[in-house]
């Protein structure tokens, strides 16, 4: 069930792959596409309003065009060979995926800057939780003593390894003098009440990515090797599409072994020849949450570093299969949109 590509340049070997992408994982595409979008509803009914609401914040669909327009040409290319193979893959299917069926829809056609999208839903799933976890780390400082919040969080740790600064100094413990959390309370809660609550709780596995690398110094064949286990929820189908992609070029062909993302023509993980590579959450600081200084005699003004600014209000009409449109209305500020 792995796909052997072979083309005659880099574009034709994204059309195969576009044409293969639509005739195994269409549906899957369509989704990727659609939750970076916020367009589940027009596909699947009410029950998804609520959430392309939550996607409509970032305007994807507007960004992803500006991005496609802005990309060199050759990626451009690239993305619009992508693009015609995965339509032709869908005209030549004798029947609609199963799932349209079912849902009594007519898939979309592909565009190039849907890949886009796809990339943006990746963002959704690995890269937002920055946002909520800059919210989690201001309730513990708001409200745990200060050196119990510079212990649970700190800037980094001496296992890092930082690219542009020095070594990390170790993590300092506070003792009880500092802070004795045995007479610490919050709200209704005490200590020994929370950790009778912790304690009767049910495990629960933390998710997380692994990978390890030998040299070829350590293997009895001489090359090297890298293991990759990129930990992401589960599905049906399976998120990852293997393939092996083989296509000329003037110094020789060149050969792509690994998986690739439906919706993409890119390998993500894998090897080409030369160098082997896989990949994990970065786990990095990608977005930023403000608290909003707003008018006491006007909500719709707020304070940013250059004066007092008034709250852009821009409509998104969401298309809902099977009952009327829904508008939400983003509010927009310099910074970005309003989180509630």
């Not at 390894?161 to 003098?177: F, H, K, N």
């Not at 690398?213 to 293997?242: E, K, Q």
């Not at 060149?254 to 998986?259: A, C, E, F, N, W």
Request: charged share 20%; hydrophobic share 40%; with cysteine.
């Amino acid at each position: 069930g792995v796909p052997d590509i072979e083309a005659r340049s880099r574009p034709d070997a994204a059309r195969a792959l576009g044409y293969l992408h639509a005739q195994d994982r269409f549906f899957q595409m369509d989704l990727q596409r659609r939750s970076a979008a916020g367009e589940l509803a027009e596909l699947m009914g009410p029950a998804l309003v609520n959430t392309d609401r939550a996607a409509r914040l970032h305007h994807f669909r507007r960004r992803a065009g500006e991005v496609f327009a802005g990309l060199p040409v050759e990626q451009r290319v690239l993305l619009e060979a992508y693009a015609e193979g995965v339509n032709a893959g869908l005209d030549d299917l004798r029947v609609r995926p199963v799932e349209y069926l079912a849902l009594r829809q007519q898939p979309r056609p592909w565009r190039p800057e849907d890949s886009v999208l796809c990339l943006h839903a990746m963002f959704l799933d690995l890269g937002l939780i920055s946002a909520t976890n800059e919210a989690m780390w201001t309730a513990v400082r708001d409200h745990l003593p200060a050196a119990l919040a510079e212990f649970l969080l700190p800037r980094s740790n001496p296992w890092n390894a930082p690219l542009q600064t020095a070594s990390v100094p170790g993590i300092a413990i506070p003792d009880s003098d500092a802070v004795d959390i045995r007479d610490w309370t919050f709200g209704d809660k005490s200590y020994h009440s929370y950790r009778a609550e912790h304690l009767a709780a049910a495990r629960q596995d933390t998710a997380g990515s692994n990978n390890w690398a030998v040299a070829g110094s350590r293997t009895s064949h001489g090359g090297a090797l890298v293991a990759n286990d990129m930990h992401l929820g589960l599905g049906l189908p399976n998120i990852w599409y293997r393939a092996r992609l083989v296509w000329q070029q003037p110094q020789g062909p060149r050969v792509l072994v690994g998986i690739t993302l439906p919706g993409t023509p890119a390998l993500v993980a894998g090897s080409n020849g030369d160098v082997a590579w896989g990949f994990t959450n970065s786990m990095g600081d990608w977005a930023d949450l403000v608290i909003l200084e707003t008018d006491s005699l006007d909500a719709t003004r707020y304070r940013t570093p250059d004066g007092w600014r008034t709250v852009e209000r821009v409509p998104e009409i969401i298309t809902v299969a099977g009952a009327e449109p829904d508008t939400t209305w983003i509010e927009q500020t310099v910074w970005g949109p309003v989180w509630r």
